[in-house]
């Protein structure tokens, strides 16, 4: 299966954080699924860095790094993900949220949140 993680739970899983629900702990160590991470989080996760707000433990470039260790696949932004965003209801106003659910539409993939907002999308998304 492949599987796309919202921006929080991808944090969660580099942080081995104890919010990171032992379901998606299954599913992250499986070798029957794929794991994607997509440049739009790395592009919210530079950005609230860069803000020096204190909410983002890590810069983009430290996150990418984790990424790539842990064996995720970065999922790049292309043009059809930009597009499906405009076909989505307005569950949620988010803009990388909003991709992240048309990149998991577009590729398909299961998109795995903590988001209950996001979850109102599809049935692929799974709530956790």
Same mark, same amino acid.
């Given at each position: 299966?492949?599987?796309?993680?919202?921006?929080?739970?991808?944090?969660?899983?580099?942080?081995?954080?104890?919010?990171? @629900?032992?379901?998606?702990? !299954?599913? /992250?160590?499986?070798?029957?699924?794929?794991? *994607?991470?997509?440049?739009?989080?790395?592009? #919210?996760?530079?950005?609230?860095?860069?803000?020096?707000?204190?909410?983002? @433990?890590?810069?983009?470039? !430290?996150? /990418?790094?984790?990424?790539?260790?842990?064996? *995720?696949?970065?999922?790049?932004?292309?043009? #059809?993900?930009?597009?499906?965003?405009?076909?989505?209801?307005?569950?949620?106003?988010?803009?990388?949220?909003?991709? /992240?659910?048309?990149?998991?539409?577009?590729?398909?993939?299961?998109?795995?949140?903590?988001?209950?907002?996001?979850?109102?999308?599809?049935?692929?998304?799974?709530?956790?």
């Amino acid at each position: 299966m492949n599987v796309l993680l919202d921006t929080h739970v991808a944090l969660w899983a580099i942080q081995d954080s104890p919010l990171l @629900p032992p379901r998606v702990r !299954e599913i /992250l160590l499986s070798q029957d699924n794929t794991i *994607y991470v997509s440049a739009a989080s790395l592009w #919210e996760i530079s950005i609230k860095f860069g803000l020096n707000r204190g909410d983002m @433990p890590i810069s983009g470039k !430290e996150a /990418l790094g984790y990424f790539r260790s842990a064996g *995720y696949r970065i999922l790049p932004i292309e043009p #059809e993900h930009t597009v499906e965003v405009e076909n989505l209801a307005p569950h949620h106003k988010d803009p990388f949220d909003r991709l /992240l659910v048309a990149q998991a539409l577009v590729e398909p993939m299961r998109l795995i949140t903590h988001d209950p907002q996001v979850a109102k999308y599809s049935d692929t998304v799974l709530l956790v």
